[in-house]
């Protein structure tokens, strides 16, 4: 059960886009479309953003997008906001039955 | 509203037990999935373990399998954590979350967490 990877920090400045990777296996993310992706802040709850690649829970923006290709996941934020700088964790479920997270990325909103 | 939280945190010896608790409330708890999720000082967010709505399976990562017991009781609304055989490395804040109302695979709703420190 090793953790997906992720780049440890991103950036950007208010108002550009980036997106934050998360690989994986054909055991985890390239074997299933159940990748989710959390937002973080310090001391608080992680909260839900996008559920089975690409769906937004209800109330969360349009400007959070998520796609996959492969054993590859991904996290679109466009028109950054300061209120974006979190943490960011993937998750996948695996064919063990099991769920796996990414290490997190740090999202520093310049 | 959704609302988990969990008690039962606290400082334990190595090798010491402890229970958690998660009491759930704004939705139907025996018909969901529960989840206990944990992120050491300094590090990621790391699932631990995960039991179906009814109790019927349970599932664990490796490194608490044999030492940790999740388990639910529905007419108090209330998911535990049996921890034993602790370790320095069990450290975390340890979340209790409800599977996905859409992704089912997915973690929707969280608690606030609560401490457990793993020293001597």
């Known amino acids: 059960q090793s953790a997906l990877t992720q780049p440890a920090s991103v950036s950007g400045s208010p108002g550009q886009s980036i997106t934050i990777s998360c690989t994986g296996t054909s055991s985890d993310v390239g074997g299933y479309n159940y990748v989710s992706w959390y937002q973080h802040h310090p001391g608080k709850a992680p909260k839900l953003m996008i559920y089975?690649?690409?769906k937004r829970p209800s109330g969360v923006s349009d400007r959070f997008s998520g796609s996959k290709s492969g054993n590859t996941a991904s996290l679109t934020i466009s028109g950054l906001q300061a209120e974006d700088e979190a943490d960011y964790y993937c998750n996948s479920y695996t064919t063990s039955s099991t769920w796996v997270f990414g290490g997190g990325t740090e999202l520093t909103v310049l | 509203q959704v609302q988990l939280v969990e008690s039962g945190g606290g400082v334990v010896q190595p090798g010491g037990s402890l229970r958690l608790s998660c009491a759930a409330s704004g939705f139907t708890f025996s018909s969901y999935g529960m989840h206990w999720v944990r992120q050491a000082p300094g590090k990621g967010l790391e699932w631990v373990a995960f039991?179906?709505?009814?109790?019927?399976?349970?599932y664990y990562t490796d490194s608490v399998r044999g030492r940790f017991t999740i388990s639910r009781d529905s007419s108090k609304n209330t998911l535990y954590l049996q921890m034993n055989g602790l370790r320095t490395e069990d450290t975390a804040v340890y979340y209790c979350?409800?599977?996905?109302?859409?992704?089912?695979?997915?973690?929707?709703?969280w608690g606030q967490g609560t401490l457990v420190t793993v020293s001597s």
């Open positions: 089975d690649v690409s």
């Open positions: 039991i179906r709505f009814d109790g019927s399976d349970k």
């Open positions: 979350a409800k599977r996905g109302d859409s992704g089912i695979y997915s973690f929707d709703s």
